[in-house]
């Protein structure tokens, strides 16, 4: 196995190395899908949240700006 694959194909050849049969590749891959998903779903939900205080911050300034 070469190192400089993405860790995704690592992960992809250690399923097919350790899986009995086809079913078993199919569930190591559907997991290893699921968990990277639900990583990057949190990253996004994360940014979302840093997006809208960046946002009422913003107008919180923009209205002290245009009272003072």
């Known amino acids: ?3 400089n694959w993405p860790p995704c194909r690592k992960a ?3 399923a097919a190395y ?3 049969n ?7 891959v559907a997991e290893m899908q699921r968990s990277e998903c ?9 940014l979302c949240d840093g997006m809208r205080k960046f946002v009422r911050r913003y107008e919180f300034i ?3 700006g245009a009272a003072g």
């Open 1 to 3: 196995m070469s190192d």
């Open 12 to 14: 992809i050849n250690r």
């Open 18 to 20: 350790g899986a009995k």
């Open 22 to 28: 086809i079913s078993g590749l199919i569930w190591s």
């Open 38 to 46: 639900a990583a990057e779903r949190e990253t996004l939900m994360k």
């Open 62 to 64: 923009a209205q002290v």
